[in-house]
C-alpha cells in the first residue's frame, strides 16, 4: 500500500503563492504518474495538474495553467505543486494521487492512491 503525504497548506491572501508537496516513503512512486486534485466544501473533486513518471509531460486544468507548476521534486519521491497568483477560488483540500500507471489525466477514477489532503484557504 502507498503511502501519500501533502503539506504545505496554509491561510494566505490573494495573490500570494504556495508550495504543496506530496510525499511517499515508496521508491516504487518514482515509476507512477501523479496528479493533484482538490475539492472545496459542497463542490466536485476537481482535477488541478498531473505529471508523468519522469517530469516530461504535464497537464493542468485551464483553471489553474499559467499559475500552478507541478514537477517531480529534487527530493526524490515527492511532487510539489507550486501555486502562483492565488485567489479565492482556489481555495480547496488539496490532495495527491498516483495512479499506479501512467496515466496522470483529469480522471480521479484512474488514480489507486490517495493522500488525505491539506487544506489551502486564500482570503480575499
Known amino acids: 500500500q502507498v503511502q501519500l503525504v501533502e503539506s504545505g497548506g496554509g491561510l494566505v491572501r490573494a495573490g500570494d503563492s504556495l508550495r504543496l508537496s506530496c510525499a511517499t516513503a515508496e521508491r516504487t512512486i518514482r515509476s507512477y504518474a501523479m496528479a493533484w486534485f482538490r475539492q472545496a466544501p459542497g463542490k466536485q473533486r476537481e482535477f488541478v495538474a498531473g505529471?508523468?513518471?519522469?517530469?516530461?509531460?504535464?497537464y493542468y486544468a485551464d483553471s489553474v495553467k499559467g499559475r500552478f507548476t507541478i514537477s517531480r521534486g529534487d527530493v526524490l519521491n515527492t511532487v510539489p505543486l507550486q501555486m502562483n497568483s492565488l485567489t479565492p477560488e482556489d481555495s480547496a483540500v488539496y490532495s495527491c494521487?498516483?495512479?499506479?500507471?501512467?496515466?496522470?489525466?483529469?480522471?480521479?477514477?484512474?488514480?489507486?492512491?490517495w493522500g488525505r489532503g491539506t487544506q489551502v484557504t486564500v482570503s480575499s
Open positions: 505529471i508523468s513518471w519522469n517530469g516530461a509531460d504535464t
Open positions: 494521487a498516483a495512479s499506479g500507471d501512467g496515466y496522470y489525466g483529469a480522471s480521479g477514477a484512474q488514480y489507486r492512491y
